[in-house]
């Protein structure tokens, strides 16, 4: 086996590995022991089928194997007389050349840098403080995150979470009907808000309107569609 590295870059490499006729010969004669091991044929006891009768009926499947014990080989040999830690073949075919087995290969290696003398390094504690407005937030989100929710029979009050539904309308026209208007303000069949949340991504005053609504109630709602709204014919306009 002879092998000729050419550098891609600094942890890449392009490797031909030429194999002897000898060398393809033992691979082949091993991948046929472990096939005819394996196969069992009518007529022939399991282990005694011919090697002259599988390479017939296996050509494909042993030209296949035959492939993959010649690169098993070569990665091996890289590894113990190249010295190279191959990490990934990222390219690999066989050719013949003047009836000879040649793999190309692309690899890519293990890289190589030294460690600097990190037992000396020394690191500044930064000394951590954490304000109770800090300590509220974060066992608040704690209990939304574990919270369990259950169906109540009375008024929605602040902090509920209530499914709803809801369509805008300006001039009797429905918000669907204009190009460019967020998905927000358009109609939504089922949605979740928390009642009367000021962080919220719902539009603020259909979530503080929820107080106070029972279960299947309807109601109306108006909303100043802001001046930054996309579509510039809605902005200002009254939409409920």
């Known amino acids: 086996m002879k092998t000729h590295i050419e550098p891609i870059n600094s942890v890449s490499k392009k490797i031909t590995v030429t194999f002897d006729s000898d060398f393809c010969k033992e691979a082949q004669c091993s991948v046929l022991n472990k096939l005819q091991k394996q196969v069992v044929l009518p007529g022939f006891r399991k282990g005694k089928v011919p090697q002259e009768l599988l390479v017939k009926r296996y050509g494909d499947v042993l030209q296949s194997e035959v492939q ?3 690169l098993m080989k070569a990665l091996e040999h890289l590894e113990k007389e190249d010295k190279l830690h191959v990490i990934a073949v990222t390219k690999s075919d066989f050719s013949l050349q003047d009836k000879t087995q040649v793999l190309n290969l692309e690899v890519e290696l293990h890289p ?5 003398d990190y037992c000396q ?3 500044d504690e930064k000394k951590l403080e954490v304000t109770p407005e800090e300590s ?3 066992i608040e989100r704690l209990q939304k995150q574990q919270a369990s929710y259950e169906v109540v029979n009375r008024p929605v009050q602040e902090k ?3 499914k709803l539904s809801y369509e ?3 001039d009797g026209k429905p918000l669907d009907s204009y190009e460019g208007v967020p998905h927000l303000w358009l109609k939504q069949k089922s949605t979740w808000e928390e009642v009367s949340a000021t962080d919220g991504t719902g539009i603020p005053e259909i979530v503080a309107g929820l107080k106070g609504m029972k279960a299947d109630e309807a109601k109306e709602i108006e909303v100043t569609l802001p001046e930054t709204f ?3 014919a809605l902005r200002g ?3 409920i």
Do not use: H, N, S
């Open 68 to 70: 993959r014990e010649l």
């Open 121 to 123: 390094l020394k690191l």
């Open 237 to 239: 306009k009254i939409a």
């Open 112 to 116: 190589e840098f030294e460690l600097p």
């Open 168 to 170: 805008g309308f300006v």
């Open 136 to 138: 509220r937030d974060f």
């Open 230 to 232: 996309p579509v510039e």
């Open 160 to 162: 509920d979470y209530v």
